[in-house]
């Protein structure tokens, strides 16, 4: 039986039909929503309380679960429709909620609400509550690699990122916080190219004059190294970050280093992985060299790079 989450707020008698992220400071409750990532996307009513609490309940589906650079858990939403024959107070006490402001309850739970108030959810939320005939590509992953898309410190992302690396069939060359000095956090190796990247470790990222100058001096240092040590002359660079906001420094990196780059998600990162998984020997390194697009890789991107060939 499926949990679905209930997610409160104050902020404004609209709030779930005019956002798309709402932010939360854990308190200590980051252990339930880390299996809820497990089943992405995951039904949930959005409700009102304090003075907005005569407002109705919103049936949402929440796309996303990640931690932003205040420790804040953000939930990416979608608005689906109103529950327009209850109050989100009566529905609170009907469901014996919590005084949390995030909580799951159980389905049967709900759903026994929904019916007492005549209540009948949207076809593409009550699609959300049937139990998955086939698993989901993130079924195939352990929890070690699915942490990364949690809440991690800087430390452990860093290193899940270059255990997925390894997972792929990389060399991993790991610097970062192993280091002292200024270095990116890690190089990866083929046999015919080198990858310099940098994790940062939260979402909406916006790639900075300062992470764009950093990545230029990592290029042109590790460069020289790499090509007389390992006589690889192709070689790029990456970034790994949970999402991006602007990505307009991207280009200045290119023209300075003369050299191309990618931009990973954990998300999209994690999809190379099960397609690793899935397409066994068929999943070749040399084909990684197509994502180097200067762009923000998605899932779509990577499936398009690795479909399946029968």
């Known amino acids: 039986m499926k949990k679905i989450l209930i997610l409160c707020t104050h902020w404004s008698k609209d709030y779930w039909e005019r956002q798309e992220v709402a932010p939360y400071h854990p308190k200590g409750l980051i252990q339930p929503v880390q299996h809820l990532r497990n089943t992405l996307p995951i039904p949930a009513i959005g409700v009102y309380i304090k003075k907005f609490s005569s407002e109705f309940p919103c049936f949402l589906i929440v796309k996303n679960i990640d931690v932003n650079e205040k420790g804040e858990l953000q939930f990416y939403f979608q608005f689906i429709s109103k529950m327009e024959e209850v109050e989100s107070s009566q529905f609170l006490s009907e469901i014996e909620a919590p005084r949390d402001l995030f909580f799951t309850i159980s389905q049967e739970k709900i759903l026994d609400v929904l019916r007492k108030f005549n209540i009948k959810p949207p076809e593409e939320w009550q699609g959300l509550l049937e139990e998955r005939l086939h698993p989901s590509w993130q079924d195939y992953i352990g929890k070690y690699y699915l942490d ?62 300062k992470d764009k100058r950093a990545m230029v001096e990592y290029v042109k240092d590790a460069r020289r190294r790499i090509e007389e040590q390992r006589r690889i002359s192709k070689v790029y660079f990456a970034f790994i970050v949970h999402s991006y906001e602007k990505i307009e420094n991207v280009s200045e990196i290119e023209r300075e280093t003369s050299t191309k780059g990618l931009l990973l998600t954990s998300e999209s990162l994690l999809y190379l992985l099960f397609k690793k998984l899935t397409l066994g020997r068929k999943f070749l390194l040399t084909d990684f060299e197509k994502l180097v697009l200067n762009q923000v890789i998605t899932i779509e991107k990577v499936e398009e790079v690795y479909k399946k060939i029968d």
């Open 148 to 209: 990364i898309l949690g809440y991690l410190s800087n430390i452990e992302y860093e290193d899940r990122v270059a255990a997925v690396f390894t997972a792929l069939g990389f060399e991993v060359e790991q610097l970062g916080y192993k280091r002292k000095g200024e270095y990116p956090d890690g190089i990866i190796y083929s046999t015919d190219f080198a990858i310099i990247y940098d994790c940062k470790n939260r979402p909406s990222y916006v790639l900075s004059a």
